[in-house]
């Protein structure tokens, strides 16, 4: 495993170009609040040269640890996704607006000679930690008064006084 990340397009002829690299990113870099720490990403792949540019086949793989949207609780969680993208060479300039289709989602644009993967992992981590992440599906989170973390204890806030007004119908409900 490499941990160079930089593919010289030049060196990808007839046949595809396997590449197999490891890549580190701070958290500065990310800047996605709820990732506490992140491996290092482990990209491996192949390219090929297409009609017009490259065929880029690629799978990553990477763990690390997230904060609970609701509870603040740390944990850890494993990623990883198989990709593919259709890159092209940046046109000089695009003359007029045009609308994008779901395929053209796929396609990417390089302008140097060498394709660096580093941006496009980049990318793929973005997309892949949750905006809201949960450490489970039911996770009851924070009380809003006492801050009991409700997964592991009971609320210790005081019941809440019945306004008078209500009195009437509380007893109803307990002669039925």
């Avoid at 019945?162 to 109803?172: F, G, K, N, V, Y």
Wanted: hydrophobic residues 35%.
């Amino acid at each position: 495993m490499k941990r160079h990340s930089h593919i010289p397009l030049e060196s990808v002829l007839d046949e595809p170009v396997p590449f197999d690299v490891e890549l580190s990113f701070g958290l500065q870099e990310l800047d996605r609040e709820p990732l506490l720490e992140l491996s290092p990403v482990r990209m491996h792949g192949e390219i090929a040269r297409i009609e017009r540019g490259f065929s880029l086949q690629a799978e990553l793989a990477y763990s690390g640890r997230l904060e609970c949207s609701r509870c603040l609780t740390s944990y850890p969680f494993t990623a990883g996704e198989t990709f593919s993208l259709i890159l092209y060479k940046r046109p000089s300039a695009i003359e007029k607006e045009i609308s994008l289709e779901r395929n053209d989602l796929d396609v990417s644009f390089f302008e140097e000679p060498e394709l660096s993967l580093e941006p496009i992992a980049e990318e793929r981590i973005q997309m892949a930690v949750p905006m809201k992440p949960l450490c489970r599906e039911d996770c009851l989170g924070l009380c809003p008064n006492c801050g009991a973390e409700l997964n592991t204890e009971p609320c210790r806030c005081a019941a809440p006084a019945i306004d008078p007004r209500w009195e009437a119908l509380r007893l109803l409900d307990r002669n039925d």
